[in-house]
């Protein structure tokens, strides 16, 4: 059985930090792209970074550029999110999914497998 965990998420002030991690079990995701969503209530569900299969390529959306690094662990199936100087409008459940190819993948329909979500809460 195929299963992406999620885990690290948790309540913060404005401008702290927290690291999420995704963990693969059931199969290896070294020839998938990843991706970490999240989806803020009453809002929908929005790509916050991808990376490629070999981390050679990665995506941001605008708003957590120079803040959010995506990377990921071939050897430990596992993918990261480091989020620093977090602010309110970052609270949200995140949730990452893996793409079968190379490439990182902007679409939600192009990742196969999900995660269960984490919920990251800043207080401002």
């Known amino acids: 059985q195929v299963q992406l965990v999620e885990s690290g998420g948790g309540l913060v002030q404005a401008g702290g930090s927290l690291r999420l991690s995704c963990t693969a079990s059931?199969?290896?995701?070294?020839?998938?792209?990843m991706g970490w969503f999240r989806q803020a209530p009453g809002k929908e569900r929005e790509l916050v970074a991808a990376?490629?299969?070999?981390?050679?390529?990665?995506y941001y959306i605008d708003s957590v550029k120079g803040r959010f690094t995506i990377s990921r662990d071939k050897a430990k199936n596992t993918v990261y999110l480091q989020m620093n100087s977090l602010k309110p409008e970052d609270t949200a459940v995140y949730s990452c999914?893996?793409?079968?190819?190379?490439?990182?993948?902007?679409?939600?329909?192009?990742?196969?497998?999900w995660g269960q979500g984490t919920q990251v809460t800043v207080s401002s």
């Open positions: 999914a893996a793409a079968k190819g190379s490439g990182w993948y902007k679409s939600s329909n192009l990742y196969n497998y």
């Open positions: 059931g199969r290896t995701f070294s020839n998938y792209g």
């Open positions: 990376i490629s299969w070999n981390g050679g390529s990665t």
